[in-house]
């Protein structure tokens, strides 16, 4: 199973990644965790990556795919993996795209958790309380919500042409929505898919 997990801030990606890599016996492959890696590990692709994020700027597409690249070429992601945070543009799509037919692969499905702006911008901003992020205000969330709509709007109409996109709501308890992404993945294995 080859699947991607999108998501706005504070929609509970990490914690859905995590119980549905787990089901389908997959890693959940998160582009933060991969950055982190690279940074700490001192390779060559973290100290290019590093070097952007210390002038706070974007990683490049071309170093955060071939950071992508060499994690889903580790053999733990031979049977499959569940993206989180990564494609988030168009480019990094056809990226995608590549790495996985030089497997003879393709993605199986892209789960978009949705949610209302209002209670994201309760969440994030109990979270930036809890953990001490004084810059984590209601204006920052809310433009970090305005910029992820814009990335992901394209992305989510790409999949949505390939009928690979189940859009499930991702507030409740963690339980209940992933039951509704794995009733959501259920019902799109039961398409025909185009590519």
């Known amino acids: 199973m080859r699947l ?3 998501g706005p801030p504070g929609a509970g990606k990490g914690t859905q990644a995590a119980a549905i890599a787990e089901r389908f016996g997959v890693p959940a492959v998160s582009t933060g ?10 390779t060559p692709l973290g100290r290019t990556a590093r070097r952007f994020m210390d002038a706070g700027e974007y990683v490049p597409d071309e170093v955060t795919n071939a950071m992508v690249a060499d994690r889903l070429a580790e053999a733990d ?10 494609p988030r543009t168009l480019q990094q799509v056809t990226a995608l795209d590549e790495m996985l037919e030089r497997d003879g692969a393709a993605l199986d499905a892209v789960v978009l958790l ?6 994201l911008v309760r969440r994030l901003l109990l979270r930036a ?7 984590d205000t209601d204006a920052v969330i809310r433009r970090r919500l305005d910029v992820y709509a814009g990335e992901t709007a394209p992305l989510a109409a790409e999949y949505d042409g390939r009928r690979l996109l ?8 963690v339980d209940e929505v992933a039951q509704r992404i794995l009733a959501a993945l259920a019902s799109l294995s039961a398409r025909p898919v185009s590519r």
Do not use: H, S
Not at 114 to 119: L, N, S, T
Not at 130 to 135: E, I, K, L, W, Y
Not at 166 to 173: H, K, N, S, Y
């Open 129 to 135: 309380q809890q953990q001490g992020r004084a810059d």
């Open 4 to 6: 991607l997990l999108m």
């Open 33 to 42: 965790d991969i950055f982190r890696a690279n940074v700490a590990g001192l």
């Open 77 to 86: 992601c031979d049977a499959g993996f569940l993206l989180d945070g990564y």
């Open 166 to 173: 189940a859009t499930v709501d991702g507030l409740g308890a």
């Open 114 to 119: 949705e949610a209302d702006p209002d209670e």
